[in-house]
């Protein structure tokens, strides 16, 4: 099983897909760890990333999905996955994958991102990344700005369900 953890920065998806995946006893991984160099030079000047920069980073991550289905592994992924095209990207097998989409208000990313220290996305990209962003249709959805032992009873029960 592979659950995608997503939604724009500051929406909790490395802390929340940590925690899954060590409450779970699974894997874990970060998207932000497939962006080519390029990528993040560019996101540290504040720069918003194109469709043309995600391509690569999109394409590594889909053949790690694709290894990680083929040896039945069990992966929490963190990925902000802002568009349906990326989603249709990793999304490889509908009956071992889930998404989950950590929601929250403009307020609540803001302060979040404001306070980050040591990443290279910074809060003004923000923006950038909400207009970017397409909802999922197919997702289960979760406020962020709930209490993270929530957040993850709340997907825990989802996934038992699923």
Known sequence: MITIVMGVSGSGKTTVGKLLAQSLNWDFSDADDFHPSANIDKMSRGIP???????????????????????????????????????????????????????????????????????????????????SLEEPEDAMIVDASQPLELILRQIRIHLMCG
């Open 49 to 131: 990333l194109e469709d043309a920069d995600r391509l690569p980073w999109l394409l590594q991550l889909q053949a790690a999905i694709d290894r990680w289905l083929l040896e039945n592994k069990n992966v929490v992924l963190a990925c902000s996955a802002l568009k349906k095209s990326y989603r249709e990207m990793l999304y490889r097998d509908q009956k071992r994958m889930k998404i989950v989409y950590l929601k929250g208000s403009f307020q609540l990313l803001a302060a979040r991102l404001k306070n980050r220290e040591n990443h290279y996305m910074k809060a003004d990209l923000l923006l950038s990344q909400l207009d």
